[in-house]
Nanobody, 115 residues
Framework: QVQLVESGGGLVQPGGSLRLSCAAS????????MGWYRQAPGKERELVAV???????NYAESVKGRFTISRDNARNTVYLRMNSLKPEDTAVYYC?????????WGQGTQVTVSS
């Protein structure tokens, strides 16, 4: 099993930046893929960014050029750097891990972009 704990959400003005962190309970070397999803009120959960164990990355079109996913293997942590935030980025952001073909989710962290 994998436990995931997110942090770093909050309230930010449009154009601002935030960095989300996701700490995993096991070595992320052993995890097939880790990523970030988000869910806005009244909408379905959507993929934001994902990174495979081979360091391949994929981003939603809406965040390309603004968001960057990265990881620190020594800390078993994956990050999501979010720049040039827009009100439409407001959502609960969830960390996801795929381990032995099973998905695991964090509890979510709220990101609110508002002036």
């Amino acid at each position: 099993q994998v436990q995931l704990v997110e942090s770093g959400g909050g309230l930010v003005q449009p154009g601002g930046s935030l960095r989300l962190s996701c700490a995993a309970s096991r070595s992320i070397y052993s995890i097939n893929a880790m990523g970030w999803y988000r869910q806005a009120p009244g909408k379905e959960r959507e993929l934001v960014a994902v990174m495979t164990s081979g360091d391949n990355t994929n981003y939603a079109e809406s965040v390309k050029g603004r968001f960057t996913i990265s990881r620190d293997n020594a800390r078993n942590t994956v990050y999501l750097r979010m720049n040039s935030l827009k009100p439409e980025d407001t959502a609960v952001y969830y960390c996801n891990a795929v381990y032995l073909d099973r998905p695991y989710w964090g509890q979510g962290t709220q990101v609110t972009v508002s002036s």
